[in-house]
């Protein structure tokens, strides 16, 4: 028991005997690749953005849809209407009663020439010529009835049909407006929504499909650079990112993004091993076995490793001994 006492006194002794720096955890400060982020302007975007036209002229009766309001695929958006076809849709019931009835005075005219011709009293040419008569007046009935279809279907497509599920974006008409056919009801955004950027194009050979960008909205998110487009438009390239989860309650509003442009070396050193006193910032490193406090210049904070890392611009060289746990 003495011994063992002993030893642990001995122990303590000669900790407390060595240096502060000597107790503390340290790292050989080493240049490290990190990644220089752009800071760019990103829209909402729609992936299909697609007009609900009317497919006939008229007046606009009813209109059910406004800016903003969610929609699903062949919904009834609006209701048009074109009062002539409602006229030439009578004046083919009109028609069609006359015809049906010629077409059954031709069938008493057929029965009785059939008797007459059996007691021999008419001929079977005037016999014929009445079946040609009812086969007449009942291809009239068809041809009638074809053109009513037509008129039904022309009334039918009054109704203005969303193309897509997704959300009005633009209702630039009224209710109680005249419309002309092929005109734009609503325009409805639907597919998915995505980022879409441009980005000046001296960039362009720094975009890759499948880059890690980071969206600054409430909370930093992730999205993934799913197409870079081959043409230049106006000198910058136009880029769509994906993001999981993209809120699209307001499309084409702008959302601040980053974008990986290249990689470079610089000193790291983790971020609880500076202090600021005074509005300096401090880095302890090992000199000479001893601890000493560096005034340092920091940059731009990097996760390296799911650790917080700080980028020192001047006051440290690579190769030094920085102390990370001195307290």
Avoid: C
Wanted: aromatic content about 4%; cysteine-free.
């Amino acid at each position: 028991m003495r011994a063992t006492l002993a030893a642990i006194t001995s122990a303590m002794t000669l900790a407390l005997m060595l240096p502060p720096h000597a107790l503390a955890e340290t790292m050989t400060l080493e240049p490290s690749s990190v990644t220089d982020w752009k800071a760019v302007y990103a829209r909402i975007e729609a992936r299909d953005r697609i007009p609900a036209r009317a497919r006939l002229g008229g007046t606009l009766v009813s209109l059910s849809v406004t800016e903003g309001d969610m929609v699903e695929a062949g919904q009834a958006l609006a209701r048009i209407v074109d009062q002539k076809l409602d006229f030439q849709m009578n004046a083919l019931d009109a028609k069609l009663q006359g015809i049906e009835s010629q077409l059954a005075n031709a069938k008493s005219e057929l029965t009785r020439g059939e008797e007459l011709l059996q007691s021999g009293v008419t001929t079977a040419q005037r016999l014929d010529s009445l079946r040609t008569q009812v086969d007449v007046y009942t291809n009239q009935i068809d041809a009638t009835r074809a053109e009513r279809r037509v008129l039904e279907e022309q009334v039918a497509e009054g109704t203005v049909l969303a193309p897509l599920s997704g959300r009005a974006l633009d209702v630039p008409v009224a209710a109680g407006a005249v419309v002309t056919p092929g005109e734009n009801i609503a325009t409805i955004g639907g597919g998915g929504f995505f980022l879409r950027l441009a980005v000046p194009e001296r960039y362009a050979g720094s975009l890759h499909k499948g880059d890690t960008i980071q969206i600054e909205t409430t909370g930093m998110a992730e999205g993934q650079l799913a197409r870079v487009y081959p043409q230049i438009d106006n000198g910058r390239v136009i880029a769509d990112v994906e993001v999981p989860g993209l809120d699209d309650a307001f499309v084409d509003a702008r959302v601040l993004v980053r974008l990986p442009i290249g990689e470079r070396t610089a000193l790291l050193v983790p971020a609880d091993a500076v202090e600021t006193v005074s509005g300096l910032d401090f880095v302890a490193v090992s000199e000479n076995g001893e601890t000493v406090r560096r005034t340092v210049v920091l940059g731009e904070h990097h996760t390296i490793d799911g650790k917080d890392m700080i980028e020192v611009v001047t006051g440290l060289t690579a190769g030094e001994e920085v102390v990370t746990d001195h307290e």
